[in-house]
């Protein structure tokens, strides 16, 4: 049974920082592109970060700002959340697929899809 855990969520100030872990069990771990979602209040989910094989991809709104990396000997994809803002709020989700490089920006690529974290990005 594939299980991707989320944690790190939390109430943090314009500017601070959060660093997001997300563990997996159940599946061949290094064979899978690993990706952060997430869900605003009253909005579409949407892409923010993945990690395929050696390479790093963002969405426009994160980029300079977040870094997504993996251990593969624990099985675990972090995203490091730095000078965030209001608008970042949101539940963030982890997922993993093979999707190929033109797709991993789509949710449906994905198979397995964690629970969520809360990030809540306030004064």
């Known amino acids: 049974q594939v299980q991707l855990v989320e944690s790190g969520g939390d109430l943090v100030q314009p500017g601070g920082s959060l660093r997001l872990s997300c563990a997996a069990s159940?599946?061949?771990?290094?064979?899978?592109?690993l990706s952060w979602f997430r869900q605003a209040p009253g909005k579409e989910r949407e892409f923010v970060a993945a990690?395929?094989?050696?390479?790093?991809y963002y969405a426009d709104s994160v980029k300079g700002r977040f870094t997504v990396s993996r251990d593969n000997a624990k099985n675990t994809v972090f995203l490091q959340m730095n000078s965030l803002r209001p608008e970042d709020t949101a539940v963030y989700s982890c997922?993993?697929?093979?999707?190929?490089?033109?797709?991993?920006?789509?949710?449906?690529?994905?198979?397995?899809w964690g629970q969520g974290t809360h990030v809540t990005v306030s004064s």
């Open positions: 159940g599946l061949t771990f290094n064979g899978y592109t």
């Open positions: 990690v395929k094989g050696g390479s790093q």
């Open positions: 997922a993993a697929g093979r999707p190929i490089t033109s797709a991993l920006r789509r949710e449906n690529m994905y198979y397995y």
